[in-house]
């Protein structure tokens, strides 16, 4: 059975940090793009941000979290992760893992496979 699974959200202050991770269960993520997206309560989810498969060097951010997230890649675990720096209370979601067979329309929503989700709050 394919999945995505999500880890590392939790409760922080303005200013503080969280690390995400994303693993794939029965399939190999280093072969899929991979997405953050998020959803906050009452809006639309959207792409946080997203990184091409295995020796792809493609990545996306939404202009509201440049210079503050990082997304990499570590291929010899077949992890996905989003770090999140300077956390802001707008940034209160659920962040989801999603993955494609390529980049170019994940940040629009064009995904195989999506995680449950892992709630992420920041207030102080």
């Known amino acids: 059975q394919v999945q995505l699974v999500e880890s590392g959200g939790g409760s922080v202050q303005p200013g503080g940090s969280l690390r995400l991770s994303c693993v794939g269960s029965?399939?190999?993520?280093?072969?899929?793009?991979i997405g953050w997206f998020r959803q906050a309560p009452g809006k639309e989810r959207e792409a946080v941000s997203c990184?091409?498969?295995?020796?792809?060097?493609?990545?996306y951010y939404v202009d509201s979290v440049k210079g503050r997230f990082n997304i990499s890649r570590d291929s010899s675990r077949d992890t996905v992760t989003l770090q999140m720096t300077n956390l802001k209370p707008e940034d209160t979601a659920v962040y989801y893992c999603?993955?494609?067979?390529?980049?170019?329309?994940?940040?629009?929503?064009?995904?195989?496979?999506w995680g449950q989700g892992t709630q992420v709050t920041v207030s102080s």
């Open positions: 999603a993955a494609a067979m390529n980049i170019d329309r994940l940040p629009m929503g064009a995904v195989a496979f």
């Open positions: 990184i091409g498969s295995d020796g792809s060097s493609s990545t």
């Open positions: 029965g399939f190999t993520l280093n072969y899929y793009a």
